[in-house]
């Protein structure tokens, strides 16, 4: 005879959420991943964001189906009483069941091979351009080159991180794109942008909104919030004042500079205490590019020319900083973790498409669909345009926004909503909060 099921409440599950006693529930069913967390290949903050909640959106976008049969090693015994899914998450899923049956997962196109033939193109050319031939001209040309391969590596290094590009390369790709010709930890990336995925524009818990002293895209953050990814307090003090203030007018010179932020965090994370897995690997791929790269520089024929080239690839790359921000900054904010119960919400109302043309599919890296790309993190770049005016259909059933604007639109709503807040930084009626 079977034994009769045993049940919990949501109210009861909620008060497993914290490390070394963590539940959450997929499907009505509790499992217990205290020990899986230190293990998790998408690191501890996804299962610690979403921990005594349920968690089965999150799971179906980011898990292939292979995936479901691991989960009952960690059955705890007990189903969530309470459990029901809104008409949302049930279309949702629905979405991501229909995309695995045309296997659409695993069919990822030319993009990402094209993108690496380009970069082998460009790494050569514009070396070649430094040290063989003469010109400010010339070697300006090729810091503009370096700062696109910079870009077409971020892409390549954002793909391979969200699903396989290669069948058993995968993780060479990701050394070689991010660490060893970008200078950036695809390590640090990962558990960064994880972070941002599961928490999408909460102030908070986001990472990708926490940019104090130097931007708020809220004045929320004047409260001096505590940011739970980098575990400080982000402090409201005269110095952010003054920054915040003016950020509408700093915010592109900023961005031209923003890559030394990604050189920074990347030792931060890998000199650190925390566990970060193959780490000797990363450093070592750093250390690659921390060779070639001020080597390069080295042979441009005087310092003027040199900064410069510094100054130029750097700001190159900007571009993609600048469309990193584009598609969160104007975007719905909250405070506090993210909730498993509203994530096709969340995840929706966080987020901002770009509208253009399919030829320019390549600038954007699949970027300019955002929203469906949050929605279903393990599809293909190539296949988002694809699927784009069925995620617009499916807000526009359910009464809830479908955000999208042009390049030049969103770039006025960025600035709007920094300008926004930097009025009410200015208001001096308003005291600084004491700390």
Request: proline content about 5%; overall charge positive; some cysteine.
């Amino acid at each position: 005879m079977a034994e009769p099921k045993r049940y919990i409440t949501s109210e009861e599950l909620k008060a497993h959420n914290k490390s070394g006693d963590l539940w959450i529930s997929i499907q009505g069913k509790v499992y217990d991943v205290s020990e899986w967390v230190n293990h998790h290949p998408g690191g501890e903050l996804p299962l610690l964001n979403l921990a005594g909640q349920d968690a089965t959106d999150a799971f179906v976008a980011y898990h292939p189906g292979t995936a479901w049969q691991f989960l009952d090693k960690f059955f705890s015994g007990f189903y969530l009483k309470d459990y029901s899914v809104s008409e949302v998450s049930k279309d949702y899923r629905k979405l991501v069941y229909e995309f695995s049956k045309m296997g659409l997962f695993e069919k990822k196109g030319h993009g990402v091979f094209i993108s690496m033939c380009f970069m082998a193109l460009m790494f050569p050319l514009s070396v070649y351009g430094v040290v063989c031939c003469e010109g400010v001209w010339l070697h300006l040309l090729c810091a503009c080159l370096m700062g696109f391969l910079w870009i077409q590596s971020g892409w390549i290094g954002h793909d391979s991180g969200h699903y396989q590009v290669t069948p058993k390369l995968n993780r060479f790709v990701q050394i070689l794109s991010g660490n060893c010709l970008a200078g950036i930890s695809i390590g640090w990336w990962k558990w960064n942008h994880n972070a941002h995925h599961i928490a999408c524009n909460s102030l908070d818990y986001d990472p990708d909104l926490q940019h104090m002293p130097f931007f708020a895209v809220s004045s929320k953050f004047f409260n001096s919030l505590t940011s739970y990814f980098y575990e400080r307090t982000m402090y409201f003090d005269s110095v952010s004042r003054f920054l915040v203030s003016n950020q509408h007018w700093t915010f592109y010179p900023v961005m031209c500079i923003a890559r030394i932020n990604l050189f920074a965090q990347s030792f931060v994370l890998l000199l650190s205490k925390r566990k970060v897995p193959h780490r000797v690997q990363e450093l070592l791929g750093l250390l690659v590019f921390w060779i070639w790269y001020p080597l390069l520089v080295s042979c441009l024929p005087n310092w003027g020319e040199r900064v410069m080239f510094v100054l130029a690839s750097f700001s190159v790359t900007g571009i993609q900083h600048v469309q990193f921000c584009l598609n969160h900054f104007s975007s719905s904010i909250y405070v506090g973790p993210p909730s498993g119960n509203d994530w096709f919400e969340k995840q929706t109302g966080g987020t901002l498409d770009i509208k253009c043309s399919s030829w320019m599919d390549w600038f954007h890296g699949g970027l300019q669909f955002q929203v469906a790309h949050h929605l279903f993190p393990r599809l293909p770049r190539c296949q988002l345009r694809k699927i784009s005016p069925l995620v617009k259909e499916l807000c526009k059933k359910h009464g809830l926004p479908y955000n999208s604007a042009s390049f030049w639109e969103a770039n006025v709503m960025t600035i709007r909503t920094l300008r926004n807040a930097a009025l009410q930084a200015r208001d001096f009626t308003k005291p600084i909060p004491r700390t």
